[in-house]
Structures are given as C-alpha cells and as structure tokens.
C-alpha cells in the first residue's frame, strides 16, 4: 500500500506555504526567539536556497497541499564532506503517518547523491519526536555545535556518517 503522502522537489509556488509551516511550527516547541531557523533569510524563498550545488529540498503533500518539508546543504563553516539536515518541519496532520520516516531517507539519500560524507542535525529539548526519528536513522549525539549556522538557540546535536 502507498502512504498517503506524496515527497517532492520543491517548486517556487512552495515558498509561501514552506514558510507559513516553519512559522507555525518552530513556535509550537518554543523556537522562535533569537538564535533559530525560523528567522533565517531563506525562508522565504526556499526554493532558490536550495536550487544550489549540492543542495536539495523536498515538501510533504497530502491530499495536494504542502504539510512538511526538509532538505540538504552544505554545513556552513564546517568541514568538507559534511552537511547539514535543514529546516524538516511538519505541521500535525503530517505527523504520526510515516512522513518523518520517508523525508529522513529521501534527505539523506539527497545527501549521498550529492558526495557527503556525514550529516549534521541541530536541534532543541522538546523535540522528542525528532530526535527519536535521528537516533532510529543512526544518528548519534554531539556534546557541542558544528559549523556556523547561527542556531545558537539550539541545544542538541547529532551526526550520522553516510
């Protein structure tokens, strides 16, 4: 049986929608304060962020609208070789139905296509759900932030080879 949902590149006409759900949902676990992605200049327009070498980002849809994202990139000021899981976020209706699962592995195939060598995951306490799907995926927890995104609001950190 097909899951419900549908994995896709993203398109320009994402944009509007791939912002309005990180703008719902880093609020929702309290990251919405100085030091998050939410505030991050490519939220408005993922699509051109991501059209880049090396980089990719895919939406959720379900019953044809956009309900989740997540994508790929370069870690910024990290090693070579080593990117970042970026802005995976889904609103409730995408939770609990595999999404999480599937976007993980299409990310982290984007991520092998692409000629990395690990993946690096920022993220906060609270969200447990998430780091339960990190730690199934192979992930395993750092003591302290890689790279320079800029998150300094985050807390936890993880990193999985490819």
Known sequence: MSPPFLIRPITPRDDAAVAAIIRAVMPEFGADGPGFAIHDT?????????????????????????????????????????????????????????????????????????????????TLTGMDAAQALYRRHGFVALCAPMGGTGHHGCDRYYIRDL
Not at 45 to 61: K, L
Not at 63 to 85: F, K, M, N, R, S
Request: hydrophobic share 45%.
């Open 42 to 122: 490519e939220v408005d327009s993922m699509h051109a962020a991501y059209a880049q070498p090396h980089s990719a980002y895919f939406v959720v849809e379900l019953d044809g609208h956009v309900v989740g994202g997540g994508g790929i990139a370069a870690l910024v000021g990290g090693e070579p070789g080593v990117c970042e899981l970026r802005k995976m976020y889904f609103l409730p209706e995408a939770r609990g139905i595999g999404a999480g699962r599937a976007m993980m592995e299409r990310c982290l195939d984007a991520a092998r296509d692409a000629g990395f060598a690990r993946c690096y995951i920022e």
